[in-house]
């Protein structure tokens, strides 16, 4: 745990290959970090843009475009995976997350394949398979779970999203007879793009819809108990110049959490951030926020359903740019 009275774990939300052979090991060592998160954004950035894939794809000609991103993903997955492998064996996460091909997001059993495959193949207990919270994702998260599976449920929004997919480990519990590790993705900074410059202009708070929004629904999991399920906060990374690049770890400190962010985010936390307990934000002060929204003609769920729809299309673009890339 990065605090452990807390039960606070921080994730970087990053994969490369010279990355995990240097700084990454440092990071984990220094007990700076005591996980990874990927998706395809991020893997593409990484194959795209590194040299150090070069080698390995030399080896693939013969693959499809798919396999051979497969092959490339999973042998960093399965790298990070044994660099955490001390801190997983140590009861202090260890774990890594690999998605799902974004193009099942609408096929249940299409996931739970992959999922199942995606995990034997890379032969780790220590990986969460990462699924994005629709409703073929939600049967996909409690058969997957159901197995014995880690999963991490991503791009989420909505606190019925969250409760979706809580109740899906909680059956998946069930099924398998006791509970896997499993965590809730909040996605948190691309809430406030959304709608601070709208904000701004009729005179509401800014840089707190996001912080409120996430607040909402870790309160919302943590009455749900389900045994061995964390709300993750992600997409943390800060974009406005006013804000200090470690606000949204900060702010949304909690117990029993996680966060994932860039890893120039972790360190301006590392240097700068406090370490003081911030959730649970009460109800009413939640609430009081989103009246102001209301009032002021903005459809929040609107809003948050935009978020969701274009968060997929961004997974699914990044996908499909590897893919014709290779």
């Known amino acids: 745990m990065y605090i452990e009275n807390l039960k606070f774990s921080l994730w970087a939300d990053f994969i490369e290959r010279d990355y995990l052979d240097n700084e990454f090991k440092e990071l984990v060592e220094s007990k700076t970090i005591n996980g990874a998160t990927s998706n395809p954004a991020i893997f593409k950035n990484a194959i795209l843009n590194s040299q150090a894939y070069k080698e390995q794809l030399s ?108 109740k899906a480990f909680e059956d998946g519990a069930k099924a398998n007879g006791e509970a896997v590790d499993t965590v809730i993705s909040v996605f948190v900074s691309r809430v406030d793009r959304a709608l601070d410059a709208e904000l701004k202009q009729k005179g509401i708070d800014v840089a707190l819809s996001g912080i409120y929004n996430s607040a909402d629904i870790y309160n919302a999991v943590q009455e749900l108990g389900v045994q061995k399920c964390r709300t993750l906060f992600a997409s943390t990374g800060v974009k406005d110049d006013f804000l200090p690049a470690h606000y949204y770890i900060e702010q949304l400190l909690a117990y029993n959490s996680v966060n994932t962010a860039p890893i120039d985010t972790i360190k301006a936390y590392v240097k700068n951030g406090k370490k003081d307990k911030v959730l649970p934000i009460s109800k009413e002060i939640i609430e009081a926020h989103f009246k102001k929204i209301k009032d002021a003609g903005i459809d929040i769920d609107e809003v948050l359903d935009k978020q969701i729809k274009d968060g997929l299309i961004a997974f699914k673009d990044a996908f499909k740019d590897i893919l014709e890339s290779l």
């Open 59 to 166: 080896e693939l000609s013969e693959l499809s475009a798919k396999q051979k991103y497969e092959a490339l993903a999973i042998f960093d997955i399965k790298k990070a995976a044994n660099i955490l492998k001390p801190l997983y064996d140590n009861n202090d996460d260890g774990y890594v997350s690999i998605e799902v091909d974004p193009y099942l997001s609408d096929d249940a059993q299409g996931t739970i394949a992959e999922g199942k495959r995606l995990f034997a193949e890379i032969g780790r207990e220590n990986v969460m398979i990462k699924i994005p919270a629709t409703d073929a994702g939600y049967i996909a998260m409690k058969e997957l779970s159901g197995c014995g599976i880690p999963v991490n449920a991503t791009l989420i929004f909505k606190k019925s999203q969250a409760i979706s997919c809580a």
